[in-house]
Nanobody, 124 residues
Framework: QVQLVESGGGSVQAGGSLRLSCVASGYQYSRYQMGWFRQAPGKQREGVAAITSNGATNYANSVKGRFTISQDMAEGTLYLQMDSLKPDDTAMYYC??????????????????WGQGTQVTVSS
């Protein structure tokens, strides 16, 4: 059973930084993709960034140049470094895992396992 547990959310002023973590256990796939998604109140879930098990990455246009996805496979941890945060980045952030795809996908439908989320609030 795959379990994903996010942490690192919080409140920050615009222009600040946060690093989200997602600890994964019980991997289902020998090759996989993992992604970060976000959902603001009243909006659809949006893919932010994705990474494959062999390190290929993909980003939503809205976060390119500001966010960086990475992973520590030895620790089973996925990260999202978020810099130059904007109020529009305010949302619940989720990590997810799914079967391998290249390039890694930022579509929610491509993912099977989801964490419970961590809240990010950016004030102006």
């Amino acid at each position: 059973q795959v379990q994903l547990v996010e942490s690192g959310g919080g409140s920050v002023q615009a222009g600040g930084s946060l690093r989200l973590s997602c600890v994964a256990s019980g991997y289902q796939y020998s090759r996989y993709q993992m992604g970060w998604f976000r959902q603001a109140p009243g909006k659809q879930r949006e893919g932010v960034a994705a990474i494959t098990s062999n390190g290929a990455t993909n980003y939503a246009n809205s976060v390119k140049g500001r966010f960086t996805i990475s992973q520590d496979m030895a620790e089973g941890t996925l990260y999202l470094q978020m810099d130059s945060l904007k109020p529009d980045d305010t949302a619940m952030y989720y990590c997810a895992q799914g079967p391998y795809h290249w390039p890694p996908q930022t579509m929610a439908g491509a993912y099977v396992y989801w964490g419970q989320g961590t809240q990010v609030t950016v004030s102006s």
